[in-house]
């Protein structure tokens, strides 16, 4: 079973709830986990390529939105910290295509966390 999800817990406390709050245009949005290996897993930030981070986050975004025209913006999980024991980590990081729909047909490389993980909020 492969699957993807966004968690929304936000962390409603200090400045970025406040600047949150100005991303209302979007439609849905949350830490990003995938579900493999048994387990859901959230996905760490590519750092080091922001082209691949941003794609990423689209493919997530479109499969979420059920539309080809979704979108999202990248987040630092900091907005979306809540409840980060209930999933594991993945071990690997999705590079994407600008073309890529589904983030499971994405090339995957290993790559070790530091525990700052991937959230976008998406919009159509």
Partial sequence: ELGVRLIDELDTSGESWKKLDELKEYKEGGRIEVFQAGEWQKICMIKSDFNAQVNAVNVICKMK?????????????????????????????????????????????????????EATLCRA
């Fill in 65 to 117: 939105m059920g539309s080809a025209r979704a979108y999202g913006s990248t987040h630092s999980s900091h907005y979306f910290n809540q409840k980060t024991e209930d999933s594991g980590v993945s071990k690997h990081v999705f590079l994407c295509d600008r073309e890529a729909t589904n983030i499971f047909d994405c090339e995957k490389k290993e790559a070790t966390c530091s525990g700052d993980w």
